[in-house]
């Protein structure tokens, strides 16, 4: 590059013509060159000053300045010696190479007149929009930070020039640039900035800062970003693309488009008025990006750069980005482990040649990624395109493998009428997007519960319920099979991911202390407040990231001690200097201990998962393990997390576009992927050694460990195929001091069940779709004798009644569910309350009084063999029988129907009553 040592004023690159207002305001400015140098250079010798009499050494103050730019000056040689590029290597944890950094990125230098206009205005306009008329130092804009801090009571930052920058990143060490160093640094750059400035034009200062400054993934320079992000030298850059890259140097990783890509697009916003003003809000769910070249339009508006129409016009347009594709293993990844490496070293740990070495098997990575692949490749006829899949390791946090969807190099658009974007967006990294995750939350609502008081042996009802709202509108959950199941505790709940209980499960445990829970075991995404999500939090009304959900999970895999992911085990620096190590400690416990163990036994129960998803499902594996799965609504995400004493793994499976699938549930879609994966760890001699790395006896612990406290005890037996289990476990805390375990039944169920002693009205069947709470109603079949009643033996009968919680002001429920009416052992459980049965009235009593003492009502004996008939009729007190064979001539319609023997009428029928003098006639078939 030419460059003069004459301070050119030109403030346009020489051969780069630009469109009328471009680069400068509308008005004039016409300083006193030599007067704005002279008090320059004062001030700035009032500051050197301040620097020289910590050391003991005063002066006049334009002297001290002129003494401490002459020591600095020799410092500008860094910019044309500048220091090359060391290549940093990526390893997974066995040294295999995941990638390469060359040249710590993608450089291209190019000259001020082949870069494009626009983006040389949006720069100066968001950097430093006074470029062309500081002399490297914007006082002004110092002293309205030094006021704004003042106020603030904080240094709030900024005011540095686009000269400033280029000092700071190119002549200052590394030491000089911490933080602590601050003031220091700032005087340096302020003298080394008026320096440059007497013996670099602007032009000249622009192309070096353009073609340094870092713009995200891996691009360094304009000319890199313009080919990275758009595949365009940076000449070609319209004004939208221009807008958004001049953004991204202030933070590259967070306004990193990639992130936030749909198809391949960045969508544009429609600008309303009032735009122009800092408080203007953008739609909700602008990313950051998109947020950043609306700054910068802003800005360039206000500088006179550009009209608003044309802003707004350029905000409006889709930008469309250039295809990432790059020979890399475990792309996701290492992308994942670069951010990283950015926010702890910045964007010069590219630079720096490295050698990363890092938590994954790259052998256990590609497994992953095949089972992934395979399963939705066996699925694509049911409209689902992704997956991914993230594995951890309990009790270090380590991830072993990160899968962020099946196929990096693959795009596959929606062919769904009404849908767009891409159903499959293989650069995108799924295990840190946020998905819905279905009931995989039900975990942590149900250990909320527990800690505010809910036990294992409390029963949650299972029937239609609406919970308030808004306005008048009524949350009402529903079942995944659209079947209601009563009382179920738990276990049954938990393992057949039954929605309504989870739901009042989360009421009973408060939505913000479960909230609270999941940031304690590692989800930290879910922070827009209870009025937000709402009761459907726990159905998956929230949404998480797979590394954020699977991290929670390795929680419970670690006996309730979070773990934050860990992707690092060491960096080395080019000398072979250790800069940072992996050392794994025991952390804290967040969670209860004996909950998460009772959690776990509960997702680890086949049984008690048998009434949905049936014995040795696909969730069943040949080693113990745990495991929870979820659908969201409209089939749009399958997920199935689970774990063993020494691997955890999650899986997601859905559409980037967020689709729904043909309805492709958590099973079919998660829950195979987990179960190949899982099998695959236990049969590979290889991934088994992996795991054992963190015990010292090299084995695995197979079994999940209960503490030796926790207490099994007997609890009452619900009727139903949901309550297959007569024993549940209690942590110390769940049990009353000084308790002693009972199981006697009645004893059990006494808050379940109420024993009435009634008489039967009516043999009719009980015909009812919901619970009898109406004494009316309930009176059609049942009453309670008193005393005194004269009343047949064989009509008094002893039921069980349910015992149902008392009203809810803020529910509405209706006590209906399959099974109502059923048996428990030799009792019969009707589907009513016993506060509905009325006592007996003597009407209600005159169908069952006997006509004369010792009247019995005559038994149904049909098709009971005749000695059987007999022996029916002689426990009652009837002796005198008389037996009626019957042939084919008489009964032909029947005879076939009963076997010989067999009794096929009776006299008096069945229900009339039985003098006890009265003979007996027992119609019996004729052999």
């Not at 500088?303 to 475990?330: C, H, K, T, Y």
Request: glycine share 8%; net charge negative; charged share 20%.
């Amino acid at each position: 590059m030419d460059r003069t040592r004459r301070n050119r004023r030109s403030r346009l690159p020489g051969s780069a013509p630009l469109p009328p207002g471009m680069l400068r305001r509308g008005r004039a400015i016409e300083p006193d060159i030599r007067m704005g140098r002279v008090l320059a250079r004062l001030t700035l010798a009032f500051l050197a000053l301040g620097v020289l009499v910590s050391l003991g050494v005063a002066g006049v103050a334009y002297g001290a300045y002129s003494d401490l730019a002459a020591s600095l000056k020799p410092r500008l040689a860094a910019i044309e010696n500048r220091e090359s590029f060391e290549t940093t290597r990526l390893y997974d944890r066995n040294g295999q190479l995941l990638y390469e950094f060359f040249g710590a990125g993608k450089r291209t230098r190019v000259s001020i007149d082949q870069v494009s206009t626009y983006l040389i205005s949006a720069t100066v306009a968001i950097e430093d929009r006074t470029f062309f008329e500081n002399r490297g130092v914007d006082y002004l804009g110092i002293a309205r930070t030094l006021l704004t801090s003042l106020q603030a009571g904080e240094e709030t930052g900024g005011a540095s020039t686009i000269t400033q920058q280029l000092i700071k990143n190119v002549v200052l060490s590394d030491e000089e640039r911490r933080y602590e160093n601050r003031y220091q640094r700032k005087l340096i750059e302020i003298i080394l900035a008026q320096e440059l400035s007497e013996q670099y034009s602007k032009n000249d200062i622009l192309e070096l800062y353009l073609n340094e400054i870092y713009y995200g993934n891996l691009a360094y320079g304009i000319e890199a970003a313009a080919n990275v992000y758009f595949g365009i030298p940076a000449k070609d850059l319209n004004l939208p693309q221009a807008a958004l890259l001049a953004g991204l140097p202030q933070l590259p990783n967070v306004y990193d488009p990639f992130n936030y890509l749909d198809g391949g697009v960045l969508k544009g916003v429609r600008l309303g008025d009032g735009w122009l003003s800092p408080a203007y809000r953008l739609p909700t769910g602008t990313p950051p990006p998109k947020w950043r070249q609306v700054a910068v339009l802003r800005q360039m508006v206000d500088e006179g750069i550009i009209s608003d129409p044309v802003a707004r016009r350029a905000a409006a347009v889709d930008l469309a980005f250039a295809s990432q594709d790059v020979p890399l293993n475990a792309p996701h990844f290492v992308f994942y482990v670069r951010r990283l490496l950015e926010e702890e070293y910045g964007p010069q740990f590219a630079n720096m040649g490295l050698s990363v070495y890092t938590t994954i098997d790259l052998d256990l990575q590609r497994m992953a990624q095949e089972k992934a692949a395979e399963r939705i490749q066996e699925l694509e006829a049911r409209n689902i395109h992704n997956a991914a899949v993230v594995i951890l390791q309990p009790n270090t946090g380590q991830i072993l493998a990160m899968v962020g969807s099946i196929d990096y190099n693959k795009t596959i658009p929606t062919k769904t009428p009404g849908e767009s974007g891409n159903v499959l967006d293989g650069q995108v990294n799924v295990t840190v997007r946020e998905r819905q995750p279905g009931s995989a939350l039900k975990p942590f609502t149900y250990l909320a519960a527990m800690e505010r008081g809910m036990t294992p042996e409390t029963v949650i009802w299972d029937v239609p319920t609406k919970f308030p709202l808004i306005a008048g509108e009524w949350y009402e959950p529903q079942n995944y099979n659209g079947r209601w199941n009563g009382p179920v505790r738990m276990r049954a709940a938990l393992a057949n991911s039954l929605n309504m209980p989870a739901v009042k499960a989360l009421k009973y445990a408060g939505i913000d202390e479960t909230i609270s829970l999941l940031r304690r075991a590692g989800i930290t995404t879910l922070q827009r407040g209870s009025g937000f999500y709402g009761l459907a939090l726990t159905l998956g009304g929230g949404e998480v990231t797979p590394l954020e959900l699977t991290t929670a999970y390795n929680t419970l895999a670690s006996g309730g001690r979070y773990y934050p992911p860990v992707a690092i085990l060491k960096v080395v620096d080019s000398s072979g200097r250790t800069l940072q190590e992996f050392r794994p400690t025991l952390r804290p416990q967040t969670l209860n201990p004996d909950h998460v163990a009772i959690i776990t036994d509960m997702l680890s129960d086949d049984a008690a998962r048998a009434p949905v998803w049936g014995l040795n499902s696909k969730l069943k594996l040949s080693r113990p393990a745990a495991v929870k799965t979820g659908t969201s609504n409209d089939w749009r995400d399958a997920w199935a997390v689970g774990y063993t004493p020494y691997v955890t793994v999650g899986v997601w499976t859905g559409n980037n576009n967020n689709e729904p699938t043909k309805k492709v549930e958590s099973l079919t879609g998660g829950g195979v992927i987990w179960h190949n994966i899982m099998e695959e760890l236990f049969a590979n001699p290889k991934f088994q050694r992996l795991l054992a790395e963190p015990y010292l006896d090299g084995r695995l612990p197979l079994d999940f460990t209960k503490p030796s406290w926790l207490v099994r005890k007997p609890i009452c037996p619900l009727p139903g195929p949901y309550h297959v289990s007569r024993e549940e476990l209690f942590a110390p805390d769940m049990l009353p001091a000084g308790s002693v375990p009972v199981s006697d039944t009645t004893q059990l169920c006494r808050d379940i069940f109420t024993e009435v002693q009634v008489v039967r009205l009516s043999d009719a069947p009980i015909e009812t779709t919901s619970l009898i709470t109406d004494t009316a109603v309930a009176a059609q079949w049942y009453c309670a004798p008193g005393e005194g009643q004269s009343i047949a033996s064989e009509q008094v009968t002893t039921i069980l009644t349910w015992n149902v919680p008392p009203p809810d002001p803020d529910e509405q429920i209706v006590y209906t569910w399959e099974g109502m009416q059923s048996a428990m052992g030799d009792w019969t459980v009707a589907p009513i309350v016993a506060s509905a049965i009325p006592p007996c009235t003597a009407e209600m009593l005159t169908p069952h009084t006997p006509p004369v003492p010792g009247a019995v009502r005559m038994p149904d004996l049909r098709r009971f063999g005749e000695n059987q008939a007999k022996e029916q009729l002689a426990a009652l007190g009837i002796f005198n029988v008389y037996v009626d064979y019957q042939t084919r001539d008489r009964i032909p319609d029947v005879f076939d129907d009963y076997a010989p023997y067999a009794v096929v009428s009776t006299l008096p029928a069945p229900g009339e009553w039985i003098d006890p003098n009265m003979t007996v006639v027992l119609g019996v078939r004729a052999p």
